[in-house]
């Protein structure tokens, strides 16, 4: 193939485009993980059972936009959530999905 400017042009593109697609289907499993944590399966009954299906809170607080940290926090934190350390790590991957979660509500 001869390469000129505008093939070039459009290999960098799809090159462009397909490392966006896989950065965006990334994203979109561990968005797809953190709601399915959030609303059905944290220690059985989701974190939605406290903080209501949006986020916008009932027990406990409102904790849309907050993110992963604030969840490691709170597993240290707070008394009612102490049982939810038996079910995930502290920093382990189901805490960076929630947190991306309800970063996003
Ligand atoms: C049994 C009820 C209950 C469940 C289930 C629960 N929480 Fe909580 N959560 C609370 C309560 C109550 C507080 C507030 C405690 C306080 O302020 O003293 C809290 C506080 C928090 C905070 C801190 C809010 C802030 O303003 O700093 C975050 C973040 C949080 N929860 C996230 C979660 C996530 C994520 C889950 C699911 C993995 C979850 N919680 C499950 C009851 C619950």
Known sequence: MKLTKSSITSSLASALLLGMATTVSADEDQLAMG?????E?????????????DGSG??????????????TAAFQSVMEMQFLR??????GPEVKAIGAWIEQL
């Open 86 to 91: 038996s079910y995930m790590a502290m920093n």
């Open 58 to 71: 009932d027990v406990g607080p409102d904790i849309r936009g907050l993110d992963d940290l604030d969840i």
């Open 35 to 39: 709601k399915l944590l959030f609303e």
């Open 41 to 53: 399966t944290a220690g059985e009954m989701g974190c939605a059972a406290c903080h209501s299906i």
